[in-house]
């Protein structure tokens, strides 16, 4: 009787320990579903984020150029408070294209703000439509003009493509082709580096940049890349249908490209360094170019 008792109990212990062990496995496999239900909301708000800040346009002749050049703006919020001049602009715009508005405290819209000048005020602007090729070429014939574009080579700072898009334009070049990897796209600093020329200048992304100017030559196009080691950029014949290419910070131009480009360009220089920040480069080229073809 005593060993029956014995492992009646000892049934009853193991019994308790299988319920236990049940029991913790279930457990587990709730905490374990609930993590990763947290971690897919957050992957999505992490995603839903890169996408407003890819599209975020700060600051009030910004989003002024957003409205004036068709750009539609999805959502506006304007810092609450007294409001006057450009302010007032912005507004205007916005109740002329039919833009809601939503007012929030500077503190709302710093934490909003990727650059940290919104100036009291932040659009969101439906998806940037990145150009075609055919786009662009087709923007240079409807002028009467030929193709003049600057192809980036892996620039990676927003500052430099900004600035690089609005020399672009005050130059009257037809496009800016940038690579799909590696490179930085139109995120909001780029949008307010460029001082709205993002809006007029066609923007087209590549997923190869040799084979792009490989394709660009069958159509009658010449290359010409910036390198400190080239022929100076006055002795080179730049006119006619010519592709700039600038290369990244730093490493510059690639092999690759270099190698497929019909001419290297050099920028004469006098001082004691000897490198120029990619969209300064981009600029004295640029403007070499646009002599060439004004003269």
Same mark, same amino acid.
């Given at each position: 009787?005593?060993?029956?008792?014995?492992?009646?109990?000892? %049934?009853?212990?193991?019994?308790?320990?299988?319920?236990? @062990?049940?029991?913790?496995?279930?457990?587990?496999?709730?905490?374990?579903?609930?993590?990763?239900?947290?971690?897919?909301?957050?992957?999505?708000?992490?995603?839903?984020?890169?996408?407003?800040?890819?599209?975020?346009?700060?600051?009030r002749?910004?989003?002024?150029?957003?409205?004036?050049? =068709?750009?539609?703006?999805?959502?506006?919020y304007? /810092?609450? =408070?007294?409001?006057?001049?450009?302010?007032?602009?912005?507004?205007?715009?916005?109740?002329?294209?039919?833009?809601? $508005?939503? @007012?929030l405290?500077?503190?709302?819209?710093?934490?909003?703000?990727?650059?940290?000048?919104?100036q009291?005020? $932040?659009?969101?602007?439906?998806?940037?439509?990145?150009a075609?090729?055919?786009?662009?070429?087709?923007?240079?014939?409807?002028?009467?003009?030929?193709?003049?574009l600057?192809?980036?080579?892996?620039?990676?700072?927003?500052?430099?493509?900004?600035?690089?898009?609005?020399?672009?334009? +005050?130059?009257?070049?037809?496009?800016?082709?940038?690579?799909?990897?590696?490179?930085? =796209?139109?995120?909001?600093?780029?949008?307010?580096?460029s001082?709205?020329?993002?809006?007029?200048?066609?923007?087209?992304?590549?997923?190869?940049?040799?084979?792009?100017?490989? /394709?660009?030559?069958?159509?009658?196009?010449?290359?010409? !890349?910036?390198?400190?080691?080239?022929?100076?950029?006055?002795?080179?014949?730049?006119?006619?249908?010519i592709? +700039? $290419?600038?290369?990244?910070?730093?490493?510059?131009?690639?092999?690759?490209?270099?190698?497929? !480009?019909?001419? $290297?360009?050099?920028?004469?220089?006098? %001082?004691?360094i000897?490198?120029?920040?990619?969209s300064?480069?981009?600029?004295?080229?640029?403007?070499?170019?646009?002599?060439?073809?004004?003269?």
């Open positions: 009787m005593r060993d029956e008792r014995q492992n009646e109990r000892y %049934g009853d212990r193991r019994g308790d320990r299988r319920k236990e @062990y049940s029991a913790g496995r279930r457990e587990g496999r709730a905490v374990e579903k609930q993590d990763r239900r947290q971690s897919r909301r957050q992957d999505e708000q992490d995603r839903e984020r890169t996408v407003d800040r890819e599209r975020m346009v700060e600051g002749n910004a989003v002024i150029e957003a409205f004036r050049s =068709g750009r539609t703006v999805e959502r506006l304007v /810092q609450s =408070g007294p409001r006057e001049g450009a302010m007032n602009t912005v507004l205007r715009e916005a109740e002329k294209h039919g833009t809601s $508005v939503r @007012y405290p500077k503190e709302k819209l710093d934490l909003m703000s990727e650059t940290g000048r919104h009291g005020v $932040v659009a969101i602007l439906a998806a940037y439509h990145y075609e090729m055919e786009d662009v070429l087709a923007r240079a014939a409807d002028r009467g003009e030929e193709p003049f600057i192809l980036l080579d892996g620039i990676e700072d927003p500052h430099n493509l900004g600035a690089i898009i609005r020399t672009a334009n +005050l130059v009257g070049a037809h496009g800016v082709i940038i690579p799909e990897n590696r490179a930085v =796209g139109i995120t909001a600093t780029v949008v307010k580096a001082a709205g020329a993002v809006h007029y200048t066609p923007v087209v992304k590549v997923t190869n940049m040799v084979r792009t100017i490989e /394709q660009l030559k069958q159509k009658g196009l010449w290359f010409v !890349c910036a390198d400190m080691d080239g022929t100076t950029m006055t002795q080179l014949n730049m006119r006619g249908p592709g +700039l $290419v600038i290369g990244a910070e730093g490493s510059g131009v690639s092999r690759l490209v270099r190698e497929n !480009c019909d001419m $290297v360009a050099s920028i004469p220089q006098k %001082g004691e000897d490198s120029l920040n990619a300064v480069a981009a600029g004295v080229l640029a403007y070499e170019i646009l002599r060439q073809r004004m003269g």
